[in-house]
């Protein structure tokens, strides 16, 4: 299932795509990062960074 990451402080996950909200965030304003992971951990995002892998599923 996709979800929209907010890879700052605030680490906030939400279904529709957005932007970070929470004022204190390093991320505030900043739009969130389209996740598919079915973990919770968000692993494509922080271990893909840089590295194209749209279609390793
Ligand atoms: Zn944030
Ligand atoms: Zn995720």
Redesign the pocket.
């Known amino acids: 299932m996709i ?1 929209y ?1 907010c890879l700052g402080d605030c680490g906030s ?1 939400i279904d529709e795509f957005g932007l970070c909200e929470s004022s204190d965030c390093s991320q505030n304003g900043l739009p969130l990062e389209k ?11 922080f271990d893909d960074l840089g590295e194209e892998t749209d279609n390793n599923m």
């Open positions: 979800h990451v996950v996740c598919k992971c079915s973990d919770g951990l968000h692993s494509s995002l």
